[in-house]
């Protein structure tokens, strides 16, 4: 699947889509909104969970790989060794 075929999804088909056959990589907060990162189809997706209104709003393929380090800026050295 490419970007732009995921893209023309609607909301609930992005879902099915990351839900049954994407793999969880991550998660973080941003203002009110709880933020997943899921992997597959070889891009990253990202889901945009709203903590007020208790539904997904938005997901979305990520197109910059800036967005990814924000998922792992709180991660330390020291968490990784403790895990080898």
Not at 29 to 53: C, K, P
Request: with cysteine.
């Amino acid at each position: 699947m490419t970007p732009e075929d995921f893209n023309q999804l609607s909301l609930t088909e992005k879902g099915e889509i990351v839900f049954n056959h994407c793999e969880f990589i991550a998660s973080r907060e941003h203002y009110h909104y709880t933020l997943n990162l899921y992997a597959g189809f070889d891009y990253l997706i990202e889901v945009w969970y709203n903590d007020l209104s208790i539904g997904i709003e938005k997901i979305q393929m990520i197109s910059n790989i800036n967005q990814i380090y924000s998922y792992f800026e709180d991660v330390s050295l020291k968490e990784i060794e403790n895990l080898i």
